[in-house]
């Protein structure tokens, strides 16, 4: 003859006649386990998670505990993540910091890992061209004042002659070569 033995709870040790919940190999009254935070019994039939540390958690708590937190939006992360400069983030909040592109494959940070899109990058260092607002990468750059030309876009606002090697004066934000600067100002 078979006889089922009835389960004893692990917190009580009194027999578990109805729902048993079964965690940590042991048999509990599900009023008699509670998540390891905010303290909630699993009676409601929510689910018991057990955490890395061995502990008892409601599925929100151990995600808000153990699982990576995106660096934009401070959640929880649930499935992919993109680590860069020593930050996690949820892939589709890895953004430039100015125009909220979404960062794939190239990137750019400063110094304390705020990332970028290469335009914004330079606009941000300082190494973007004024004229054709692209970033001065390598090669030769002409700087007046705080603005910054590749060699080729130097030139005159009124003639349109390439000022690079020759002399130019300046008026207001703006250059001339010496002649249409003598032309337009005396």
Not at 77 to 105: D, R, S
Not at 129 to 147: A, L, N, Q, W, Y
Request: charged share 20%.
């Amino acid at each position: 003859m078979f006889t089922q033995s009835i389960p004893e709870c692990y917190s009580c040790k009194q027999p578990i006649t109805e729902i048993c919940l079964t965690a940590f190999g042991l048999q509990w009254h599900p009023h008699h386990i509670g998540c390891n935070v905010c303290g909630k019994d699993f009676s409601d039939g929510s689910r018991c998670e057990e955490g890395p540390d061995g502990f008892a958690y409601c599925s929100k708590d151990l995600l808000d505990k153990f699982a990576p937190k995106c660096q934009k939006c401070k959640q929880a992360i649930i499935g992919q993540t993109t680590n860069a400069v020593g930050k996690t983030y949820h892939p589709e909040h890895f953004q430039c910091e100015t125009c909220n592109m979404v960062l794939t494959g190239n990137f750019y940070h400063t110094d304390d890992g705020t990332p970028f899109c290469e335009k914004h990058y330079y606009e941000k260092i300082g190494f973007l061209c004024r004229h054709c607002d692209k970033p001065i990468i390598s090669g030769k750059c002409i700087t007046v004042g705080t603005t910054r030309f590749h060699p080729e876009h130097f030139f005159c606002q009124f003639c349109k002659s390439n000022l690079s090697g020759v002399g130019y004066k300046k008026q207001g934000d703006k250059c001339y070569c010496n002649e249409c600067f003598l032309k337009l100002y005396g």
